[in-house]
């Protein structure tokens, strides 16, 4: 393991280089990065063609003007991009690279998560994750055709029940520093504990079935083995168990609380399913991210609060003031390590809407890219460290900072993750005066935003342990 240097006396030591503009001067963050359009703005200068369609890098590696990657008014990508957003672009060195990249990140949680502890001390929420993340699956072509169709070229998502991160394959021509804040987010939803979902592999006669036969094969074994049960709850657990989700991954994932969970323990009994080997934990005692969790759940608005609020900045180009803790909630019960998953006394209570799963994610991403930072700071060359925003400064240039149903606000987004420490300096900006309903550290304490005036955003506990 290499040595642990700080990533701020990397920052200081080292120029940041910046092609996109060399007029910075110390403007605020707000100014820099959040105004959608406007002179000295990021999406100002993308938007007016201020950097070019491909920057590229002496590795071969290359960065997209993020307006070219979605095509404008061109009617797509430029020739430059086009083969570059099709799976058979990636060569074996470009695959190797990326999985390498998003695999250090991973490191870097189970680093987090398991803060020096030894495995026999290890509690139900470290174990838990710790086993996914060694288990982990990592795709560079996915199979559905829409994941990386346009606007979304860029993208990456995280499937609970597979375990697996895909991303597309744009990613695999770009540097790391690129992505890797996206891959931290995606990561983050593993670390959601309304995620955590207990996956009972299919057994005896349904896992050996042919593919064409399978269903067939699901439906006779469950009304066998639930024989008793009232016909049309064995015919609606018969077509729960035959979803694409089950047949295709031949897993039955439970969710906390989940009402099937009795049932499929039926199933277990009857030889048809096994119970997993290292179960989610069913109260949130011991999640290393339950400051985070905790106040996210009562300090955000729901997506009908923030439609009503109209959160736009496309006539000024100035973007929006930081959304302040949820007038609904006003000051949330924390919750409290006893509470089980998902239980009404809470706010965050396993909300299904992606709204509070989504700020979750970016919170916990935040929390572990300062901690992957700090642990690998060599990893980060001087030349491209400005683009560790490159994630969400896509996502806030081609939003226009509009509302969404399933996202905060996009500049709310990126304040999150300006908390960390030197990101602001990498980006080019001053960062000191960003504010968040919720603030993190690299363990994910996270403190609601009524006393951010006396917690300074992006400290921390403890220095990530060294190996």
Not at 117 to 131: G, I, K, T
């Amino acid at each position: 393991m290499q040595t642990i240097k700080m990533w701020l006396s990397v920052l200081v030591a080292v120029v940041t280089l910046n092609p996109i503009s060399h007029a910075q001067g110390t403007r605020s963050c707000e100014q820099r990065l959040l105004a959608t359009e406007g002179a000295g703005s990021v999406c100002g200068e993308w938007l007016a063609n201020q950097s070019p369609i491909l920057q590229r890098f002496d590795d071969g590696t290359m960065v997209p003007n993020p307006y070219s990657l979605e095509g404008g008014k061109r009617g797509g990508p430029p020739r430059e991009l086009r083969n570059l957003i099709r799976p058979s672009s990636t060569s074996r060195t470009d695959n190797a690279r990326t999985i390498g990249a998003i695999q250090s990140v991973v490191d870097s949680m189970k680093e987090q998560i398991r803060n020096g502890v030894p495995d026999s001390e290890l509690n139900a929420h470290q174990r838990y994750m710790l086993d996914r993340l060694s288990r982990i699956q990592i795709d560079t072509n996915p199979s559905d055709p829409d994941a990386c169709a346009a606007p979304n070229h860029f993208n990456a998502a995280y499937a609970q029940a597979s375990n697996t991160i895909s991303v597309c394959p744009i990613l695999t021509h770009m540097p790391p520093e690129a992505y890797i804040a996206l891959i931290a987010h995606e990561l983050g939803h593993l670390a959601d504990p309304c995620n955590m979902t207990d996956i009972y592999p299919f057994a005896g006669p349904i896992a050996s079935a042919p593919e064409a036969q399978l269903r067939g094969a699901i439906d006779s074994s469950v009304r066998q083995c639930l024989q008793g049960q009232p016909q049309q709850t064995v015919t609606a657990f018969s077509e729960w168990a035959q979803d694409n989700n089950r047949v295709s991954t031949r897993t039955f994932p439970l969710y906390p609380g989940d009402p099937k969970r009795q049932l499929t323990e039926r199933l277990v009994s009857c030889g048809l399913a096994t119970r997993p080997d290292v179960p989610a934990a069913t109260t949130y005692a011991g999640h290393p991210y339950l400051p985070v969790i905790s106040c996210v759940g009562g300090s955000y608005p729901r997506p009908h609060e923030l439609q009503a609020a109209a959160v736009s900045s496309s006539k000024s180009g100035v973007a929006a003031p930081a959304v302040r803790a949820s007038s609904r909630f006003g000051n949330p019960t924390p919750l409290e390590a006893s509470d089980t998953v998902g239980s009404d006394r809470h706010p965050h209570v396993c909300d299904r809407t992606m709204n509070v799963k989504e700020t979750t994610a970016d919170h916990v991403g935040a929390s572990l890219l300062q901690y992957h930072l700090r642990r690998l700071p060599s990893t980060v060359r001087a030349d491209r460290r400005q683009y560790l925003g490159y994630f969400f400064q896509t996502t806030h240039c081609s939003s226009g900072n509009r509302p969404s149903p399933d996202y905060l606000p996009s500049a709310d987004r990126f304040r999150v993750f300006l908390q960390v420490a030197g990101l602001g300096q990498a980006l080019g900006c001053d960062a000191s005066q960003v504010q968040t309903a919720c603030s993190i550290n690299e363990n994910g304490a996270s403190t609601p935003s009524s006393t951010l005036a006396s917690q300074p955003t992006g400290t921390t506990n403890r220095a990530p342990a060294s190996n």
